[in-house]
């Protein structure tokens, strides 16, 4: 079973302390994805389960197993790096069977074990080829099938696709989501990308100045932040963000804005008129019609499906995500409307999710 859990996992560099005391439980066949900024700890928590790094204080176990001194080769993972890390005088094949030939296995079962990865990456026709023969796509197989061939209790991927250009970024994301589909192994996802996140893993990790802020699935992070780090991190165009102050009417809920504009909100229990708060907006909940503030046109960037457009409001800037085609040109007044579910409520001082 390749269950990998962490307990106060701490990593420092002299007084440098680089992760606080990492708890993480990440359950066997799970697609895993640490995200954050760069600088946030995630590369080195991956690096640390790898046995690459040493763990200055805590726990960390595989498959029930403490490795915290066992050696890499010891912890039945296998890593995808960034750089691929070819042998480039070896042959694809060469490549994807060096660790068995490290192992002493049998040229049958090296050549067993390089065949069913050749088949599932589609890599049967440049087995004979070597590193510089390949396009940057075809690397990034190799190394996934170098991996493969080992049949790990976990796969570890660091950034593994930030060399490739942006429509291989997008087929490699599918490929590596389709093989983790297929195997069912326990993957630990390291990527600065967002939306590789949302769109690959089962659940995702998002790290900050070496912390765990939030765990969960992509749509309860969406959905759900726990703080304005998670909402503004999460989410492209990122989230919208305003400073007002609480409000309650017979109507209900509002916010007011220091431009005097109010924005319907559902306040919290317990909420007290005149407290300061951050108002968060998702560009994809704001529309323009005929209600609400009003607001003027600055940019219009259409898209082809959707179409992106910046607003003001009295001093603030405001992106709305609008699905349909519209005709709205700079400068233009239109009204901006809200839908109070979807207004998110943060602390002024502290940044939670109220």
């Known amino acids: 079973m390749g269950a990998v859990t962490l307990t106060g996992a701490c990593k420092s560099y002299g007084a440098v302390e680089v992760l606080k005391g990492i708890d993480l439980e990440i359950a066997d066949g799970e697609f895993v994805a640490l995200v954050g900024a760069s600088g946030c700890g995630k590369s080195t928590l991956l690096r640390m389960i790898a046995g690459l790094e040493t763990v200055t204080a805590g726990d960390i176990h595989i498959a029930g197993k403490r490795v915290n001194d066992l050696p890499a080769k010891e912890r039945d993972i296998a890593m995808v790096f960034q750089n691929y890390a070819l042998y480039p005088h070896m042959t694809v094949a060469e490549n994807m069977a060096f660790s068995l030939r490290l192992k002493r296995a049998s040229k049958e079962e090296q050549r067993a074990a390089v065949e069913r990865a050749a088949q599932i990456l589609d890599l049967e026709a440049l087995l004979d080829r070597k590193p510089k023969e390949l396009s940057g796509g075809q690397r990034q197989r190799v190394a996934m099938g170098r991996a493969i061939v ?27 989501k389709e093989l983790h589909q297929r195997l069912g192994t326990t993957t630990i996802y390291v990527t600065h990308d967002q939306i590789e996140a949302m769109t690959m893993a089962s659940r995702i990790v998002i790290m900050n100045g070496g912390i765990v802020e939030q765990a969960g699935t992509p749509f309860e992070v969406y959905d759900s932040p726990v703080n304005m780090f998670v909402a503004g991190f999460i989410g492209s165009p990122a989230m919208n963000f305003l400073e007002g102050v609480l409000e309650r009417s017979e109507t209900g809920g509002c916010v007011r804005l220091p431009s005097g504009e109010r924005i319907p909100a559902v306040l919290p229990e317990g909420a007290v008129p005149g407290r300061k708060v951050k108002v968060g907006l998702r560009p994809e909940h704001l529309t323009l019609g005929d209600e609400g503030p009003e607001v003027r046109i600055l940019v219009v960037e259409p898209t082809g499906s959707e179409t992106q457009v910046t607003v003001g409001v009295g001093h603030e800037k405001l992106t709305c995500l609008l699905r349909e085609r519209v005709a709205l040109e700079a400068n233009q007044r239109a009204r901006l409307s809200f839908d109070p579910a979807h207004v998110h409520l943060f602390d002024s001082e502290t940044g939670n999710h109220l």
Do not use: G, W, Y
């Open 150 to 176: 080992r049949d790990p209790q976990v796969f570890l991927f660091d950034e593994p696709l930030s060399n490739l250009d942006a429509k291989l970024r997008v087929h490699m994301r599918s490929e590596i």
